[in-house]
Nanobody
Framework: QVQLVESGGGLVQPGGSLTLSCAGS????????IGWFRQAPGKEREGVAC????????YYSDSVKGRSTISKDNDKNTVDLQMISLNAMDTAVYYC???????????????????WGPGTQVTVSS
């Protein structure tokens, strides 16, 4: 059984940066696409970044493109999301998710992901 746990959230000032980390257990990240999603109060869940299984190709939503970097460490079984130039619109609960179909490509569709972490809160405020 795959389990995911996010860490790294917190209170950040506008213009600041942070790195979210997703740690997995139960299987190796080598074979699976991993996505980062976020959900702000009153809004739908949004896919912000993902990394594919085979070639580690990446995708970013327009809302974070140019300000975010997703990376995978197969040895540590972690996927990080680095974010810079944060603003209030980035305030949300951030979730990582795993697509259990081996060698899958990353997508921003939450329906493609089968395992989810509990989420970590990111609040951007002065």
């Amino acid at each position: 059984q795959v389990q995911l746990v996010e860490s790294g959230g917190g209170l950040v000032q506008p213009g600041g940066s942070l790195t979210l980390s997703c740690a997995g257990s139960g299987d190796s990240f080598n074979y699976y696409a991993i996505g980062w999603f976020r959900q702000a109060p009153g809004k739908e869940r949004e896919g912000v970044a993902c990394i594919s299984a085979i070639d580690s190709s990446t995708y970013y939503s327009d809302s974070v493109k140019g300000r975010s970097t997703i990376s995978k460490d197969n040895d540590k079984n972690t996927v990080d999301l680095q974010m810079i130039s944060l603003n209030a619109m980035d305030t949300a609960v951030y979730y990582c998710a795993l697509n259990s179909r081996r060698f899958s490509s990353g997508t921003d569709n939450s329906d493609d992901y089968d395992y989810w972490g509990p989420g970590t809160q990111v609040t951007v405020s002065s």
